[in-house]
């Protein structure tokens, strides 16, 4: 019993003092995109480059992430 008592006070205070989380925003998308970009196989970055460039929207893979 004094263990889940324990365990619900330290639940209980950890929720309370909580802060959000703190995302990376386009930036870290970005990063991890050209990351990804980077590793996949030479022809499967070509495709990815001739779906970009038929868009016409996007500039590069990490921009067509965010």
Do not use: Y
């Amino acid at each position: 019993m004094r263990n889940l008592l324990a365990a619900a006070v330290f639940l209980g205070v950890t929720v309370a003092i909580a802060t959000t989380a703190k995302a990376w925003g386009d930036e870290g998308h970005k990063t991890v995109c050209q990351i990804a970009f980077d590793k996949v196989k030479p022809s499967t970055r070509a495709a990815m480059v001739r779906l970009i460039n038929a868009d016409g929207q996007f500039q590069s893979f990490a921009d067509a992430c965010t």
